[in-house]
């Protein structure tokens, strides 16, 4: 019997860095070569981290990715958080890539649907960020990663800057286990401000034909903020953020939340809330967030991701964020999504549907969208141990063994922006597990980890519920005129009401005519540039200004 | 109003530093200058992180805060993971620290309680690891920390090596939120063999009097594995492993895991089982795997930390283990418990008492021990949406919108080493909540994560389970002749083992007689050196040879 080999993998790898030496100046290749490099780099049926978060994607090597030839390269096992890009799609249809691990689909969402019924595409599975991160160092190792940086210097340092992003867990997974690590770089410099991944750990470099595509997704102009949003914003102030006693928190993205975020300055500050609710955050940096951080209810902030921007202004700010030595933020989506469901009291969120029992999906009919952070941060990690009075103040009283929940608030409108009832006897989630052959209902937030929904109408304390029936009693009583809705009934409703488990505005004494767009810390992005004392920069969509 | 300042944490940064730049030589100090340097560095009521995982201690750092003057420094709030050594309780008595926030206290445990019920320290909580670091970004921002290295170049690039443990994401709360980043190194080289932590993100290095404390804690000598853990060794590879067909998977610290893992290469074999189960592992390199790896059963480990003496095994087996291009291991214990929560079929642990429903505790009457990774690795993440064949096993037949588990798995003797009953009524951990004025019961793992249970009597399937009563009842008849296993009779237990939720030895077929030692791939520490080849090279007190 021969003796088998324990080098494989670093044996396939130099092999693999051999072939590409000629093009190669010590870690450097020059970006005509970039295609070359790839196709000698890849091999069929590769496992291949492709980086995309939310905002930042590694677009120069995605373009350089689908130009390759599919006789040469075929059948790769995609990694990929995020699928936003065209050519994230198109390298299916081409055949270099045959199956898709992944996240997030926001903008491709429909056109994977499309490929998964025709069969161009295999599906291996949807994750939230933090678990397809766990994968990668257990059974989905990969071959090659793909990933994006600002500044490169000559010994392959990194320098992500704010956009650190999932570019550390990803890079240390192949750097660590005989993976090829290739690094596009926007530019290539003699010293990097600081190094964010050592270049020991990274083996090739390209300058890329053009900077990295960075989206600012956690910008919401305050002017597009509705009275509706408002008035939620008021009873979730008051009926979860005051009466939980709420520390450490989540905001998704949406204008649900911005409005929160501006009503801290005002309304709560008419509350007396100051200084007692909401000190730390682990959030993009959401420009919204600007009037609450100069007027000191927000002392830290932890991001998973930068926001275009906000450079600046973070920079002024360091005792909010995390900064490093050069004066730039650093960001981490793998730390971030780790704070997000172990640190917090509270994740609120917001979602397309809600089922009559309160699960609830972004997945509708034709769109397998993926979820990102939302059921990481979702979720009741039923690991944590440590204790807060907002998590506490969800004990179960019955129960001498029991403990703690953390504080899982869905804020929804009882119908969507396209006049559907976001109230659903079933999710089209169903629907698409069997269009899409998953093994179960694509569910972004179950009904178990759930423990608040606000509408328009009011507030339901699930967590407060005893059965399944009088869950979904609750639910129905506050989910307006939708069919869900309308099967309450006034006695029903009195009874929850008097019970704690429902409470109206006027429960709350949150009065409808005070939720006026008046009570927003800032009305306008010019608004949130002044409160910056002109730190803040917004995109050019966001200016309405010259 | 004057302006308010956006800078106190790195102007207080800032002045510390000036302080002390008269005894340093770039980011060095010498070793006779330590404790000035941390009388200067550190303020009253600072938060300090003070590196000790499991195995690795930064215990020059540690004998050091405990020498300092406490009219100078005190009230410090400690972080640590591990509270192991007698200096890290000894500064509570000095004054110089006041509470503390931890996650593990095994050899310390039995002081910690005497300290809380004096009053000589004040407990934040208790955490699993991964929430512990969690807290390091959101509520718990360290003011200094003070890690450990194996060698430090002269621009204080760090290599940690095969024991990079919790130095990455501890240095990294502090060097982005200026904190102070202190490191003991045991060597100061010209060139480190690779940069595992980046010299940016470190302010000072001190060369250390001597290398860092580093304990073989996962070496279990097979020599002392006996036949009724080898049985039920047998029983939880036919009756779990094999019937969930489990693909990835974490031990516990134990000789019933270790068991197992003899067990493989040669009972598994039998079994036809090789190439079927078990290829992607998150474990310390325990050396009880060594005839697993060799015989070709386990594809890849990811690691929390190093093991004494695995090193040159681990280096020449980089097909298996996270390796660098330097050729040594890197572990890293953030994204192990991250990969320990989301990517795993199943954890396997074990524990001092187990209560009638199911709660299990390794906190036991004046021992507060704290729980480690077990918290993390054994609870259901339920925010995981991906679904293998195991995780999907355990999904509830009557539910559409249903998911699968996380089999969690307790591995028990009835009687423990102290002869006394594993299965109680209540759980020491009820008093000790008391005594040391806990919000919650210490539990370790919550019956309700809890799938399996393992004794010599059987195997308890507890997911099957439809109420706390059959629960009980399946708990009662693998205890045993402890006083909750006496209240299971005949006829019960008949009924339990027809529908599947429990099974006797008999039942998996397996035979009694069989579980023999000659049937470990292993049975000695000698046995483990040559199935690595002489590679492996055991601790000396593990070594009965010369």
């Known amino acids: 019997m021969t003796k088998r080999s324990w080098t494989t993998h670093r044996d396939a790898k130099n092999a693999k860095l051999e072939k590409v030496a000629p093009m190669m100046d010590g870690k450097f290749v ?5 295609k ?6 890849i091999a069929p049926g590769d496992k291949v981290v492709l980086e995309g978060d939310n905002q930042k994607q590694a677009s120069f090597l995605s373009k350089v990715l689908a130009s390759v030839n599919p006789q040469k390269i075929h059948d790769l096992h995609m990694i990929m958080s995020s699928v936003s890009r065209p050519e994230h799609l198109d390298i299916f249809e081409t055949g270099i890539a045959s199956k898709l691990d992944f996240s997030f689909a926001g903008p491709q969402s429909t056109r ?13 599975d949807i994750h939230t960020y933090l678990e397809l991160y766990a994968r990668l160092y257990v059974d989905l190792i990969p071959n090659v990663v793909l990933v994006a940086a600002d500044k490169v210097d000559h010994d ?80 979730a102030i008051r009926g979860i953020y005051e009466k939980h ?37 682990e959030v993009n940096p959401t420009p919204t967030l600007i009037p609450a951080i100069e007027s000191g209810w927000v002392k830290t902030i932890h991001s998973f991701g930068g926001e275009v921007g906000m ?14 030595k050069d004066g730039t933020m650093r960001s981490n989506r793998a730390f971030g999504q780790m704070a997000g469901q172990y640190a917090l009291d509270m994740f609120v969120g917001s979602t397309l549907q809600i089922d009559k029992y309160g699960n609830s999906s972004t997945v509708t009919n034709g769109r397998l969208s993926g979820f990102g952070g939302a059921p990481n941060m979702g979720s009741n990690p039923t690991g944590r141990r440590h204790s807060t009075p907002a998590w506490q103040s969800l004990r ?65 304390y699930l967590y407060k519920t005893d059965s399944m029936a009088e869950r979904q009693a609750a639910i129905e009583a506050i989910a ?20 704690g488990i429902v409470a109206l505005p006027e429960d709350l004494d949150v009065h409808r005519n005070e939720a006026k767009r008046s009570l927003l810390a800032a009305q306008t992005m010019d608004d949130l540039v002044s409160w910056s004392d002109g730190l803040y920069n917004p995109p050019a969509k966001f200016r309405s200004w010259s």
């Open 245 to 281: 006693n709420v520390q450490t928190v989540n905001h998704g993205v949406g204008f649900n939340t911005a409005a929160i975020e501006l009503l801290l300055p005002t309304y709560g500050e008419q509350l007396g809330l100051k200084g007692k609710i909401v000190p730390n955050w």
């Open 36 to 41: 070359e490099l790839l196709e000698d780099l």
């Open 480 to 499: 307006g005129v939708t069919p869900v809705g309308l099967r309450s009934n006034p006695k029903q409703l009195a009874d929850l009401r008097a019970r």
């Open 112 to 124: 994977i649907s499309q490929m998964i019924a025709d069969g161009t595409m295999n599906v291996g």
């Open 30 to 34: 020059e970006t005509e070569n970039a």
């Open 156 to 235: 392959g340092n990194l320098y992500t800057g704010a956009n650190t992003e999932e570019t550390p867990v990803i890079v240390e997974s192949a750097a660590f286990k005989d993976g090829i690590v290739i690094v596009q770089a926007n530019q290539i410099v003699d010293k990097v401000p600081r190094v964010d991944i050592p270049g020991d750990w990274v083996d090739v470099v390209v300058q890329a034909d053009q900077p990295y595509q960075l989206e600012p997704l956690f910008t919401r102009d305050p002017q597009n903020i509705t009275e509706l949003q408002i008035l939620m914003g008021m009873m």
């Open 396 to 460: 179960p009283d019955n129960d001498p063994l029991g403990k703690g929940q953390k504080l899982v608030v869905q804020m929804v409108e009882t119908f969507g922006s396209n006049k559907k009832p976001v109230f659903v006897d079933h999710l089209d989630a169903e629907e698409v597990r069997k269009e899409a052959k998953l093994a179960n209902v694509p569910i972004m937030i179950y009904s178990e980890d759930t423990t608040h929904i606000v509408t328009e109408e009011g507030i339901a």
């Open 311 to 324: 450079e600046n202004y973070i920079a002024h700010r360091p005792d909010i964020f995390f900064v490093g």
